[in-house]
């Protein structure tokens, strides 16, 4: 059992950055992808970025540019910076953890809301 806990959301002006962190726990495989990916209210959860136990990272064409995923494997923990935030950058945004072919694990989420 893998448990993911998403911290850093909250409101921010557009234009204006913010940190997301996720913390893992438990049965931690050290082979894994990690992502995160958001849900605005009434559309699909959608892509943003994943990155490899290895380092190798992923992006959703439409987040390329703003948005950089990392990850400390000492701290068995993922990172998102987002910059230059816009309104439609809200959503809640989650935590995913992938292992082998069945292993799939999801954080509670954190809102993140863009606002003036």
């Known amino acids: 059992q893998v448990q993911l806990v998403e911290s850093g959301g909250g409101l921010v002006q557009p234009g204006g950055s913010l940190r997301l962190s996720c913390a893992a726990s438990g049965s931690i495989f050290s082979t894994n992808v990690m992502g995160w990916y958001r849900q605005a209210p009434g559309k699909e959860r959608e892509l943003i970025a994943t990155?490899?136990?290895?380092?190798?990272?992923k992006y959703a064409d439409s987040m390329k540019g703003r948005f950089t995923i990392s990850r400390d494997n000492a701290k068995n923990t993922v990172y998102l910076q987002m910059n230059s935030l816009k309104p439609e950058d809200t959503a809640v945004y989650y935590c995913?953890?992938?292992?082998?072919?069945?292993?799939?694990?999801w954080g509670q989420g954190t809102q993140v809301t863009v606002s003036s």
């Open positions: 995913n953890f992938h292992a082998g072919v069945s292993i799939d694990y």
């Open positions: 990155i490899t136990s290895g380092g190798r990272t």
